[in-house]
């Protein structure tokens, strides 16, 4: 929001923006004060239903990020932070479907945990700081619950992945920012703090423009 990677708080107003993966709607929220029109769309009842009871007078939608259930060219701007594309096998399923959705010229802006990540224990202190895998290891991260179902499934993508995956779905790449731990930020969070922060990023931002010369079939 501070980056201002969605455009200029006043250029968002009257803008149809959709947010996929919006979990309780923090982002559609944020937008609809500044005068947007967002839809939050999210495949989880559950975590809509936490939208509801904070409130906002916006659409909630709940349905798959892979098969949008809006007609062409219906919004200006998508955005999703940590939402759906981490969690889904294929990308470029959903990637092709926001650009399908969006107006020539749209933009899509989606955040993902870096990719370096990986490669690092899940540690604040000291231990997180030594590599402890392979930064190309793409096997998912999965929880299971006592039955061994699969409860959480996150798929691991390099860079360059992510890369092919934005270009071979018919958008074109403006941005990749690797946010800074803030100097304001002295707390620790799960894995996170300032000691690793200021060391390992730990989120990829992906800046996109629909391209109007229409989505690769390049597979991969």
Same mark, same amino acid.
């Given at each position: ?53 904070? &409130? ?69 202190? @000291? ?12 096997? @998912? ?48 969070? &799960?894995?996170?703090? @300032? ?21 690769? @079939?390049?597979?991969?």
């Amino acid at each position: 929001m501070e980056a201002e990677l969605l455009g200029p708080p006043e250029e968002l107003k009257g803008r149809d923006v959709l947010e996929i993966g919006a979990g309780a709607a923090q982002c559609s929220r944020w937008l609809a004060a500044q005068g947007a029109r967002p839809v939050a769309l999210d495949i989880s009842h559950r975590q809509l239903q936490h939208a509801l009871r904070i &409130g906002g007078s916006f659409p909630l939608v709940c349905a798959d990020a892979g098969a949008l259930p809006f007609a062409d060219g219906s919004f200006d701007l998508v955005c999703s932070a940590y939402g759906a594309l981490p969690f889904v096998a294929d990308p470029r399923l959903v990637l092709r479907e926001v650009r399908r959705v969006l107006r020539p010229g749209g933009r899509l802006v989606f955040s993902v945990t870096h990719p370096i990540r990986w490669a690092f224990p899940d540690e604040p202190g @000291p231990e997180g700081l030594s590599v402890s895998g392979s930064y190309f290891d793409r096997t @998912p991260y999965v929880e299971q619950d006592e039955e061994g179902r699969a409860v959480y499934v996150e798929h691991h993508r390099t860079l360059g992945d992510r890369v092919r995956d934005v270009v071979a779905s018919g958008f074109r790449l403006v941005d990749l920012v690797e946010p800074e731990w803030p100097a304001w930020n002295t707390s620790e969070w &799960g894995g996170w703090s @300032p000691l690793r922060g200021n060391l390992i990023p730990g989120t990829a931002i992906f800046v996109c423009e629909r391209s109007e010369a229409g989505a690769s @079939p390049a597979e991969g």
